[in-house]
């Protein structure tokens, strides 16, 4: 009897697993710089909300749990930046992760020194996302570009090159 149920779950489980994700079948998030907005200044600190867009390259829904990155301006560490914040990437799609970081003023304003004959700012974001997935806990992600500081309006946000 115990032959016949050994039988059967050789034959029956891999056919159960066919709809199963697989490692190899499972694509890391595309995370990039969309927005810098200046928000409010405390002391010595300035107030910044940084938004990632997090795009989705698999047929399934990512659900994203937590966000750690650091910014370089320049080659110059600028900002820290964390996020607990659940937020599911639909399938095939983008998500924006507004995240708010505090900064130096002395920071800020080294790096209005650093740019004042350039016309923009060289930025590099690099962090992990983690994400609620048993074959995905985390990914690491890093990108580089180019921020344009002039002001765009009201919202006091700068423009992503």
Do not use: W
């Not at 909300?49 to 997090?54: A, G, I, Y």
């Not at 992760?97 to 790096?111: I, N």
């Not at 570009?145 to 002039?150: A, C, E, I």
């Amino acid at each position: 009897m115990s032959r016949v149920f050994a039988l059967l779950a050789v034959i029956l489980l891999p056919a159960g697993l066919g709809g199963c994700v697989t490692p190899q079948e499972v694509k890391a998030p595309h995370i990039t710089l969309q927005d810098v907005r200046l928000l409010n200044t405390e002391g010595l600190s300035q107030h910044l909300e940084v938004k990632l867009l997090v795009s989705n390259p698999n047929d399934f829904d990512i659900p994203l749990t937590g966000l750690r990155f650091g910014m370089q301006m320049n080659g110059l560490d600028f900002a820290e930046g964390l996020s607990n914040d659940r937020i599911d990437i639909p399938r095939l799609g983008r998500a924006v992760v507004p995240v708010e970081v505090t900064v130096s003023v002395l920071a800020v304003m080294k790096q209005i020194q650093a740019v004042q004959k350039k016309n923009g700012v060289d930025y590099r974001v690099a962090g992990t996302a983690f994400l609620d997935h048993v074959l995905l806990p985390s990914v690491d992600f890093e990108r580089q570009g180019k921020l344009d500081l002039s002001v765009q309006g009201r919202d006091k946000s700068f423009k992503v090159m």
